[in-house]
């Protein structure tokens, strides 16, 4: 079956420091794979997406994902990390026979908590 | 540039009340369009589904129905809620191809 995991429910970083949200996925084929960030009581926003090429994608507000083919990850980072960067963040996929985003997995969201 | 309104942004509602929820979207045409519920400011769970006026797919069985009468108008409704309805609804849209879905601010329902 297809599922998206993103491993931890939270992840906690100091201001300043790189950050990292995992997310691993089970698709068959070469999928496209999203990151979405959403604001408390806000609709999600796209980050950024992956769909074939470079495996470094850089994205909004200085995020970058690398797409790992072998380890089927698709981890989001960023080299500093800003308070404002505060939020839940979500990992979805697509598969490659997919029409369209009607058959968009989800992960369950990482909560992302950066300490001044 | 293409924007997306989704109304209201509460609402609190007695058990057995109709619901409306609408969402409108602008500077696109054709969009396809979703329905979102969020329990518990997490898991995304996938309502309704439109490609087109009058196009609509469920994708699970519930107290709701989705409508679309204009090209870019999408309205989530129910004759009677339950408490279960309670949730965040979010209304997105997206083109054809690999393009990423947009998403409205949200309708916070909660019934009582």
């Known amino acids: 079956a297809q599922s998206v995991a993103q491993p931890e429910d939270q992840v906690n970083v100091a201001e300043g420091n790189p950050l990292t949200v995992k997310c691993t996925y089970s698709v068959s084929g070469n999928p496209y794979l999203f990151w979405y960030v959403q604001y408390p009581n806000r609709g999600l926003q796209f980050l950024l997406k992956?769909?074939?090429?470079d495996n470094l994608v850089k994205g909004s507000y200085g995020f970058e994902a690398e797409f790992n083919k072998s380890q089927t990850s698709f981890h989001l980072k960023k080299p500093s990390a800003l308070v404002s960067d505060s939020a839940l963040y979500f990992c979805a996929v697509r598969a490659p026979n997919a029409g369209n985003n009607r058959k968009l997995i989800w992960g369950l969201g990482t909560s992302l908590a950066v300490n001044p | 540039s293409q924007t997306i309104h989704q109304w209201p942004a509460t609402l609190v509602q007695p058990v057995g009340s109709p619901l409306s929820l609408e969402c409108t979207v602008e500077?696109?045409?054709?969009?396809?369009l979703y329905w979102y519920r969020q329990a518990a400011g997490r898991g995304l769970q996938l309502l309704f589904y439109?490609?087109?006026?009058?196009?609509i797919s469920s994708e699970v069985p519930q107290n709701l129905s989705a409508s679309r009468p204009q090209d870019r108008q999408f309205i989530l409704s129910s004759k009677k809620l339950l408490l279960s309805d309670s949730g965040f609804y979010l209304c997105a849209w997206s083109g054809t191809g690999v393009i990423p879905l947009h998403f409205g601010n949200g309708t916070r329902l909660t019934v009582t």
């Open positions: 992956y769909i074939t090429g």
């Open positions: 500077g696109t045409s054709n969009p396809n």
């Open positions: 439109s490609v087109g006026i009058g196009q």
